[in-house]
Structure formats: structure tokens, C-alpha cells
């Protein structure tokens, strides 16, 4: 396995509400003369983690910071109306987020997680990733934050 330190986190800027999966995004990426999609994960509006990229090789989701990083997106991030970034994470992919970064910092033994807008100046993914995944005291070992009230947790 290749050394990882991070996570950067980044949307799909697809319509609010409109599904999409890997596959469409495989085939985006590869429409753009990529080896295929470009994201290790990817989470859909439901909630579901897919896979994409194995985690073995480097990703295409964030220029300079490919290397030593696993890529990981959600489905949205953009108004349907007017077609502006908005974060449009659903309940059950904010916590899909949040369980995947907390599986993937446990294997690897901590990262970081960050906002693709963290470097560069686009948009993507449309919230603030250092304050709902970061701790502030301690931002080099870095758990996603679990607190209850930070993710609603429906009653089964
Ligand atoms: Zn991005």
C-alpha cells in the first residue's frame, strides 16, 4: 500500500437530488481522457459507499495532493436552480461521510481530512470540511468528529 496521510473530501457538482453513481463518473473521467474515475469513494444521495479507484493507486481528484491522499465524493453539491455550489449533503450521506472517514483514519492510523477547496479555489465540496472533521487542538491526529450532535441519528 502507498503511504497516506489524508482524505479530501469533494462533490460531484451535479443538481441537488439528482442520483448519480460511480459509474457516471467513471465514464465523466474517462470522457476527460482519464484512466476512469478519479475518486477512491464515492457516496450517493441514499447514503451508499461505492468504490472507485482502489486504494492502492493514486487518485485524480485534487492537483499537487493526488500522492499520499484518498479521494472521496459525495453526490450534489449544486442547486438545481440556479446551478450555484450549495452543500446538499443528505442526513444519511453526512454520516455515510463521516463512518468512511472514521474506517479509513482507523486503518491507516489517523488522517486528515480536508476540503478540496482547501487547495484550490474552487468550490468543491461546498461546506466546511475543517469545521465539522477537524480537531482543533490536535489537528495532525485527526478523527472525524462523532459527537451527537453533529450527525442526526434517526431512532431505528
Ligand atoms: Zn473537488
New binding site residues.
Given amino acids: 500500500m502507498r503511504p497516506i496521510d489524508k482524505i ?1 473530501l ?2 460531484s457538482y451535479t443538481p441537488e437530488g439528482r442520483e448519480h453513481d460511480v459509474d457516471d463518473i467513471d465514464a465523466w473521467h474517462k470522457a476527460n481522457g482519464w484512466s476512469g474515475v478519479g475518486y477512491h469513494f464515492v457516496v450517493k444521495i441514499d447514503g451508499t459507499v461505492q468504490v472507485g479507484r482502489p486504494l492502492d493507486k493514486i487518485g485524480a ?2 492537483k499537487g495532493k493526488n500522492q499520499g491522499s484518498i479521494g472521496v ?1 459525495y453526490i450534489g453539491g449544486m442547486n438545481a436552480q440556479d446551478r450555484k455550489p450549495k452543500d446538499t449533503r443528505t442526513e444519511a450521506q453526512k454520516k455515510a461521510l463521516i463512518d468512511l472517514c472514521e474506517g479509513l483514519s482507523l486503518t491507516f492510523g489517523g488522517l486528515t481530512v480536508y476540503g ?1 477547496n482547501e487547495f ?1 479555489t ?1 468550490s ?2 461546498c461546506f466546511d470540511v475543517k469545521a465539522e472533521f477537524r480537531d482543533v487542538k490536535d489537528p495532525k491526529f485527526t478523527m472525524p468528529l462523532m459527537h451527537e450532535d453533529r450527525v442526526s441519528r434517526k431512532p431505528q
Fill in positions: 479530501v469533494h462533490t481528484h485534487t465524493c478540496h484550490s474552487k468543491c465540496p
